[in-house]
């Protein structure tokens, strides 16, 4: 069982998908630096200052606080203002890897069509085109 294991582990596949989930998480926290630290002070600078992350509706008549982490504490709230924020961070993240996606796509096909325009513009191997010589002599005659 242990070597099945071993030959599950060393196949390409499985190392392929471990280094793409470390790369990947690496990346989302990226995006997330970009998006909570560049975008949403932008778009709060360009909306009239304000902070979308401590938007939040208290849905309990003890939350008096005005920041959403000392709101948590009091009591149930709806922060749909954090919402927005992994909102944006997601649709960002999600374009970031269809661009990713369509351009080695883009790539596979050029490396495709390459392939097979040298298939088709490689000549016969000796062999062959004595074989095809030897055929239409003896069709000729």
Request: no cysteine.
């Given at each position: ?53 401590n938007y939040f509706l208290p849905l309990s008549s003890k939350v008096t606080a ?20 992994v909102a944006i961070n997601f649709l960002i993240l999600a374009w970031i890897i ?16 390459q392939e097979k325009v040298a298939v088709e513009a490689a000549p016969p191997p ?16």
């Open positions: 069982m242990l070597n099945e294991f071993k030959t599950f582990i060393a196949r390409g596949n499985v190392m392929d998908l471990a280094v793409g989930v470390i790369i990947g998480g690496a990346f989302g926290l990226i995006v997330t630096s970009f998006v909570e630290d560049i975008v949403m002070p932008l778009i709060g600078v360009i909306f009239g200052g304000f902070d979308f992350s005005t920041s959403l982490a000392a709101a948590r504490e009091q009591g149930a709230v709806f922060a749909y203002g954090n919402f927005i924020t269809f661009l990713m996606v369509k351009g080695v796509n883009a790539l596979r096909a050029s490396m495709e069509k000796a062999d062959i085109q004595l074989l095809t010589e030897i055929r239409d002599l003896l069709k000729s005659r």
